[in-house]
C-alpha cells in the first residue's frame, strides 16, 4: 500500500500560502497578458493535450476600448469555490464514494494552481475532474454516463482528459483525509477503554460529524496547505467540540509520544488552528446569482463575440418588442 510519507502529494503538492498566493496570481497575469494580445483568453484544446491559443480576431484585438475586461484574482478564486462545490453537488447525486469526491477536488484544485479559468472554463475542467477521479479510484464510470447524469456533452470530458492529467504531472494518487478519520477514531477506542455500547455509539456519532467537517475542509485550500493527517485531526477536534468525548489535547500528545515524533504540541496546534480558521472563513457555498456576473465578465474573456451575439440578440428582442406594440 502506497504511503503518503513517500508519496508525490508529500513532495510536490504541500505549499506554503504564499506559493499558493503567487501561481494563482501567476496563472491570473498570463490570460490578462493573453487578452491583451489575442483579445481572447480561450485555449484551443486537441485530444491529445496539446493547446494553443484561439487565432485572434482582427478587430478584437486592434481595439483596446471593445476588449472584454479580465477577471481579478478573487473573482478566479469566487468561481473555483462555486464549482468546487458543484463536485461535491455531482459526486453526491452519482452516490459515489467521499474518496472520488476528494480525489476531484484535489486535482481541480491542483489544476488550477497552473491555469486561469479564463483559459478552462471551470465548468468543463470540473466534469473531467470528476471522471478522472473515478477512473483513478477504480470506480468505473463511462464519459457518456456521467454526461448524460448531468446533460452535458460527454465529448467535452474526453477532450480535455489529457490536458488534466498533463497538468497533474500524472500525479493521480492522492491522500484525503477519509481514512485517516476511521483510523484516529479507532485509536480513540483504545485510548478512551471503550468497551460498552453507548460508547462505540458516540464514537460512530463523532466519526459522522468529523466527516461532515472533512467536507468542509477539502472546500477550503486546506487540502494544498496540510498533509491528510492533519486535515483528519482538525476534522476530529471540531466533532469533538460537540461531542465532548475525550480531553483532545491530551490525545494529540498520546500521538506525538507514540509515534516519537519531533514535533511539537504547540506546532501541530498551530496547524489545527490554521485549518479551523480556513473553515470559520468558509462562508455558504456561492450560488449562480453570485457568480453570475463573474460567469458573464469570464464567458467575454474566453469569447468576445459572444457577448456581441448576446448584446444583437437582445437589440433584436427590443425591435421586435416595438413592433408589436406599434402594430396593436
Not at 508529500?10 to 501567476?26: C, H, M, N, S, V
Not at 480561450?42 to 484585438?61: N, T
Not at 467521499?98 to 494552481?113: D, G, S
Not at 491555469?115 to 472554463?121: A, F
Request: charged share 30%.
Amino acid at each position: 500500500m502506497a504511503d503518503f510519507t513517500t508519496s508525490t502529494h508529500r513532495a510536490k503538492w504541500i505549499f506554503t500560502p504564499q506559493e499558493l498566493r503567487d501561481k494563482y496570481k501567476a496563472a491570473n497575469q498570463r490570460a490578462k497578458q493573453a487578452l491583451e494580445k489575442y483579445g481572447a483568453t480561450r485555449m484551443e484544446v486537441d485530444i491529445d493535450g496539446s493547446f494553443s491559443y484561439a487565432e485572434p480576431q482582427s478587430d478584437a484585438k486592434d481595439s483596446a476600448e471593445k476588449r472584454p475586461k479580465p477577471l481579478k484574482v478573487e473573482e478566479e478564486q469566487l468561481l473555483r469555490a462555486f464549482y468546487e462545490f458543484k463536485i461535491q453537488d455531482v459526486c453526491d447525486a452519482f452516490k459515489f464514494p467521499r474518496k472520488i469526491q476528494a480525489t476531484a477536488l484535489i486535482y481541480f484544485k491542483r489544476f488550477y494552481l497552473q491555469w486561469s479559468v479564463m483559459e478552462h472554463h471551470p465548468k468543463n475542467i470540473m466534469l473531467t475532474c470528476i471522471y478522472a477521479a473515478c477512473k483513478a479510484e477504480e470506480n468505473h464510470v463511462s464519459a457518456e454516463e456521467l454526461g448524460k447524469g448531468i446533460e452535458q456533452d460527454h465529448h467535452v470530458i474526453l477532450n480535455n482528459e489529457m490536458l488534466v492529467l498533463q497538468s497533474l504531472g500524472f500525479d493521480l494518487i492522492v491522500y484525503a483525509p477519509y481514512r485517516a478519520l476511521e483510523g484516529f477514531v479507532s485509536d480513540m477506542e483504545e485510548f478512551r477503554g471503550a468497551n460498552d455500547d453507548d460508547q462505540h455509539e458516540t464514537l460512530k456519532r463523532m466519526l459522522e460529524a468529523a466527516r461532515m467537517e472533512a467536507d468542509k475542509i477539502m472546500r477550503t485550500e486546506a487540502p494544498l496547505l496540510f498533509p491528510p493527517g492533519q486535515l483528519a485531526l482538525a476534522a476530529l477536534r471540531r466533532a469533538n467540540v460537540v461531542h465532548d468525548i475525550l480531553d483532545f489535547e491530551r490525545y494529540l500528545r498520546s500521538i506525538l509520544s507514540r509515534q516519537q515524533s519531533t514535533q511539537a504540541i504547540s506546532e501541530l496546534s498551530v496547524s489545527l488552528n490554521t485549518i479551523d480558521s480556513l473553515i470559520c472563513k468558509l462562508e455558504a457555498p456561492p450560488t449562480s446569482k453570485d457568480v453570475k456576473h463573474i460567469d458573464r465578465k469570464l464567458k467575454s474573456c474566453l469569447d468576445p463575440g459572444s457577448h456581441d451575439k448576446s448584446k444583437k440578440r437582445k437589440h433584436r428582442s427590443k425591435e421586435s418588442s416595438t413592433e408589436v406594440q406599434d402594430l396593436s
